[in-house]
């Protein structure tokens, strides 16, 4: 009895296996008629002057909407010509590479005064920084230790940036106000998951590596006295221990990534879905199924990795031909993921240079000096020297090609020691301050619905009964 009833789940297991066989075929069969159909003639975007990506010839970006929230600069105008300049970003009219200098010296944290600054539009003085410290500080603490163990310990997922959205979506129903989009609400709401997002990302970590990795499982409380980034890191290490360096670099980091104009693809998400009228939980969880996108906030995984096979391949990383060479056919698609493309180089509004990687460039040597990573760091050095000099060689460009802030990113956090499924995270926990703002300034704003125009270019086609098809 017990064989033959064996013998009937391995039966039924082969005809699973044959049907979805079956199901396996027809949606391969299915895709291919998606292909003949589906595809567009790349003639007509320049036919009907599509700004494909909501770009125009010359890379700039279709106008969309007016912000105040941040502004970035690539170019000065002389005699109605455009001509490329060093980067700028300003937070609320505010030069990010001053915000940065002014904390430093200060010898400070500045993620926490950055949020200030982007929601607010004014830099905190010192008691409105202590305010808006302490409101995130009570917010991180209130965390229900329910939902972690609920949502997050029970439901353990291999990727981060999606235990993100659904812990985002879920923290809808723990809200007795979700629904309210009143000023007052929205920002109660956004200050919160500015808040417990770095720990949602951290207790989602740790739930993965324990549960398909075997590794220990830490969850530890936040501590109330304790910034941001020094919570992250507490927080996330087993021993909770930390250098002042790494804590203030991974602050840095922060205040790089937290705001980065009002076009660039998660944020315009946050615009089209918050104009919608939704919920902020629904709003946040957007924007982060944008920057999941490698094309986006995976960038600089694609960086590391790049690296780690450009570190196996080139003997001598002090040779600058050998680089060339490696560069050369990264381009032609003949080394790492033949995309033709060297990563970290290059973006979308900047030529001469992107000031977050110029800002966090002289923090990464000393982090690689204390780190041992000094080999590592010449390398990173001489590839963004070496790569604008190959791509102009191999490439018609319209503009200048410059490291952005994802070619070293990933290197810092590699030299924190943080697992390469919280890469994308840490980009979400700094991007809340923006999407928060952004949402906050569409809302006020009260702005039509965003629905751009699509051109139909399908040729008419007449309804065929079914039996005469």
């Not at 969850?219 to 087993?238: C, G, K, M, Q, W």
């Not at 996108?293 to 995976?298: D, I, R, T």
């Amino acid at each position: 009895m017990t064989y033959s009833r064996k013998g009937d789940c391995v039966n039924n297991h082969e005809e699973k296996i044959n049907d979805y066989s079956k199901v396996s075929n027809e949606i391969k069969r299915l895709s291919d008629l998606c292909l003949d159909n589906l595809r567009i003639d790349t003639e007509l975007y320049t036919k009907y002057e599509v700004k494909r990506g909501l770009r125009d010839i010359n890379g700039k970006g279709v106008l969309a909407g007016l912000t105040d929230v941040s502004k970035i600069q690539s170019y000065v105008v002389e005699d109605n010509d455009l001509i490329p300049c060093e980067g700028k970003l300003y937070y609320q009219g505010v030069d990010v590479e001053d915000i940065v200098a002014g904390f430093i010296k200060e010898k400070r944290f500045g993620y926490e005064e950055t949020i200030y600054l982007l929601l607010f539009g004014k830099l905190p003085d010192k008691g409105e920084l202590e305010t808006i410290t302490r409101i995130l500080s009570d917010y991180r603490m209130l965390l229900p230790t329910d939902f972690v163990r609920d949502i997050i310990l029970k439901a353990p997922s291999k990727d981060m940036m999606n235990t993100l959205q659904r812990s985002i979506l879920t923290l809808y129903a723990y809200d007795d106000k979700a629904e309210d989009t009143s000023i007052p609400n929205v920002l109660r709401q956004c200050l919160q998951l500015i808040s417990v997002v770095p720990l949602l990302s951290v207790y989602g970590y740790q739930a993965y590596s324990h549960y398909h990795d075997g590794n220990s499982l830490y969850i530890h409380t936040p501590r109330a006295d304790l910034s941001t980034a020094e919570n992250f890191l507490y927080v996330l290490r087993a021993d909770s221990k930390y250098s002042e360096l790494e804590a203030r670099i991974l602050d840095l980091a922060l205040v790089l990534h937290a705001e980065h104009g009002g076009g660039n693809n998660s944020t315009f998400t946050t615009h089209v879905v918050t104009s919608s009228g939704t919920d902020t939980y629904s709003s946040m969880a957007a924007s982060l199924g944008s920057l999941k996108g490698p094309k986006h906030g995976g960038a600089n995984i694609k960086v590391t990795k790049m690296f780690d096979e450009m570190k196996e391949e080139v003997k001598d990383w002090n040779d600058e031909e050998e680089i060339k060479g490696y560069l050369k056919k990264l381009l032609n698609k003949e080394a790492f993921d033949q995309a033709g493309l060297i990563y970290g180089m290059g973006h979308a509004v900047y030529s001469i240079s992107d000031p977050r990687a110029k800002v966090f460039k002289g923090f990464v040597q000393k982090l690689s000096v204390e780190k041992g990573y000094e080999k590592e760091y010449q390398l990173y050095a001489n590839v963004e020297k070496l790569a604008p000099e190959v791509i102009a060689e191999e490439r018609k460009i319209y503009k200048g090609v410059s490291a952005n802030v994802d070619f070293y990113s990933g290197f810092v956090y590699q030299m924190l020691g943080l697992p390469t499924e919280l890469f994308t995270p840490l980009f979400a926990v700094a991007r809340m301050a923006g999407w928060s703002a952004h949402r906050i300034e569409e809302l006020i704003n009260q702005g039509k619905i965003i629905r751009p125009a699509y051109k139909a270019v399908k040729k008419s086609q007449p309804y065929i009964p079914i039996d005469e098809r």
